[in-house]
């Protein structure tokens, strides 16, 4: 440095030390800088506050979307909830932890019971599944609360899907974009367009992990029903294998006074009779059942149905010989769900089908139609090609009540269609499945 030094003074007085020393002492200066630059690491994060925000994976951490209160049934929440994720995934944000609804209200706002998503499901399990794919945040990430950009969804039928992921990729750029937050204003999540692929969404429900208390519970319902078999096989086997738990079948019975009403009404608005299944219906195609899939009777069969919605005393009459039909209260297990509100108790049934050794549900059910889309991704998992997912002998079966089985009278076979470019058949049902 002192030999620069003396060069530079030699320049500015006009004499000339060493001109060719001075020389190659500016040029390896210049090189040093350079290689400074390249390779030193940049200023700690403490100078800049977005750098301890960065990236993971591409999804952005310091900016965030925000989206109404999600509502209605607890499957509807979820459908709302994995597209809220997706728009954010589309935006490049971090989807800022939503509130979930734990009563079944939806039109009367006020009578809303609000929960947190991460009292019913598991935050930190949900970022560590899908990490890398969506991110939830919580409100205390935020630098600054009151600037926040507000994005009014369209609605009508002018409102096209085009014109709403034009909105989304405009508001993904300047100067929209520099907001930290940006707020979606009007209806719930699951009214939006849809942009998303099946496996899209499938991705998003895998992260969904209940949290521990709530899957206890569930713990204890499968655990009554397997030892209700156990009992059965024992008094009615006595052979070793009477010490495994029996097979159950689970079956969303869709015969309540809400549902009875709205299947109806979707029947005549699209011209079908494969909507609507009698309590008669459903118990003889369930019985069919022994024609197709092979296990043994007895076997215990579990109703999910909501009890408070349900005008009928009679589900458990009338069932064929060898199926043994428990609901929450012969079970013994309606304490468990009466201590929680309507989504908890969902949630816990959801489980309990889930688990099922054979599922047996209703195509136009969002309900149903989830738990299938889960058992078909566990098909999936487990390796099994979809030439394989509609043979007899595969694991976690489901079936279709509404729709009759091309070989007999009992359910169609039912696994959902993974390709699919939209989740609208599973929003809204169908009647054509798989299978």
Known sequence: MELLFNCKLSNFFGTT???ITCKCMLFLLVTVLILRALLLPPLPAAFDRSLSLSSESGIRQDKFLEVPQIVWGLNNQKIAFARACLTARLMNRTLLMPSLSASLF????????PISFDKVFQFDKFNSLCSGFVKLGRYSDLLNRTEVLEMQKGSGRKWTMERD??????YSRDPFDQYEVI????KNPFLWHDHWSVKDYASVFECLVLVDEFSREADRVVSQIRT????VRGENDKSSISLQPLPYVAVHMRIEIDWMIHCKKVEQRLNTNQICSSKKEIMERVGNLRNTVDFTTPVVVYLA???KLLNDSSILEGWEEGFLPY???????EGIYSKYPYLIQSAIDYEVCLRADVFVGNSFSTFSSLIVLERTQKMIRMGVSSSDMCKNDVRWPSYAYNIA???????????????????HAISYGTNHISC
């Open 183 to 186: 707020r979606i204003v009007g």
């Open 305 to 307: 149905v909501a009890d």
């Open 17 to 19: 030390l060493n001109s």
């Open 228 to 231: 209700i078999g156990r009992s």
């Open 165 to 170: 992921l034009d909105q989304l990729r405009q």
């Open 327 to 333: 609901e929450k209260k012969k079970l013994g297990v």
């Open 405 to 423: 089985g091309e070989d007999s009278n009992g359910p169609m076979r039912w696994v959902s269609n993974m390709s699919d470019s939209s989740l």
């Open 106 to 113: 939806y039109k009367e706002v006020d009578l809303l019971q």
